[in-house]
C-alpha cells in the first residue's frame, strides 16, 4: 500500500469533507455511492477489508447496514484511525470492526484473508496500481470481489494548466491514473470481470451543489469551525475541480473485478 506517509487530513479538512459529505466520510456520495459500490454483491457472513478507510465511514456503514462477518478497515494516518475507532463505539458497531493503522508497502495480510476488497476514493493516493492490484489479488479469497470507487484520469500525458492548478490547490498526494490503466492493472494481477462505470457526468451536477452548500448553508458553522481563510480556500479547490470536471480530465469512476474460483 504505497500511500504518502504524511498527514495530509488535518482536523480542519475533516470537517470540511464530513460538512458537505457526511459524518465518517471524506468523498462523495456518502452512504448511497456505498451501496452502489456494493450493489449486487452477497455479503451474507463475508469478511471485508476497506483500503484508505478515512474516518470509517464506508466500515460503519457496512457494519450497521450489511450481514457481513467482520469489517477491517485500514488507513496510513493514526489519527484518522483514532477517529474511526470513536465513530465506531458511536454508532455501536466496533464489535464488527477492526481498524488498523499501516505503513505505506504491501497489505499486511495473510493470503486469502478477505472475501471482498472495497476502496472508496483513497487508491489516488497510491501511485503503483499495479503492485496494488496484485496485492489486492493475494488477500482476497478465490472467487472474491474486489469493489471501488475511485478518483481517475481522462486521459494519458501532460495535465493541463487547469489540473496542474487543482492538484496544486487540493495540496494532496495523487498517483492519478487512467481507466486503461486500472484495467490493465486488474487484469495483469489474475482479476476477471472487470467493471468500469464512469461517474463524471454525475459527480459534474453534484460538485456544484456541493460549492453552494460551502459558499451559502454551511458558510457561517464552517467559517466558524476552520476559519475564514481555510473555508475560502476549500471553496476555491471546488470551483478548480469542477473546471477540471468540465474538462474530462477528473473521473470519478466505480470499478469492479473478480478473482478466479
Known sequence: ????????????????LEAVWG?????????DEVDGIL????????????????????????ASNYPVSHVTGIDIEADLIEKCKTLATMAGVSEKITFQQVAPGPLPFDAGSFDVVISKDAIIHIPDKHTLATDIHQVLKPG???????????????????????????????????????????????????????????????????????????????SSAVGHEFLDREIKVWDLMITV????????THLRAAKPS
Open 1 to 16: 500500500m504505497n500511500e504518502a506517509p504524511d498527514l495530509e487530513y488535518d482536523d480542519d479538512m475533516t470537517a470540511v
Open 23 to 31: 459524518e465518517g466520510f471524506m468523498s462523495p456520495g456518502g452512504t
Open 39 to 62: 450493489s449486487g454483491l452477497e455479503l451474507r457472513d463475508k469478511s471485508v477489508l476497506d483500503i484508505g478507510c478515512g474516518l470509517g465511514g464506508v466500515d460503519i456503514h457496512i
Open 144 to 222: 472474491g470481489i474486489f469493489t471501488a470507487s475511485d478518483w481517475l484520469a481522462g486521459h494519458e500525458g501532460e495535465l493541463s494548466p487547469e489540473m496542474k492548478a487543482y492538484v496544486e490547490a487540493e495540496g494532496l498526494d495523487f498517483g492519478l491514473a487512467t481507466a486503461e490503466t486500472y484495467k490493465d492493472a486488474l487484469l495483469s494481477a489474475g482479476f476477471e470481470n472487470v467493471q468500469i462505470q464512469d461517474r463524471n457526468a454525475w459527480y459534474r451536477t453534484v460538485a456544484r451543489q456541493e460549492r453552494e452548500a460551502l459558499a451559502g448553508p454551511l458558510h457561517d458553522s464552517l
Open 245 to 252: 470536471l468540465d474538462q474530462g480530465e477528473l473521473r470519478p
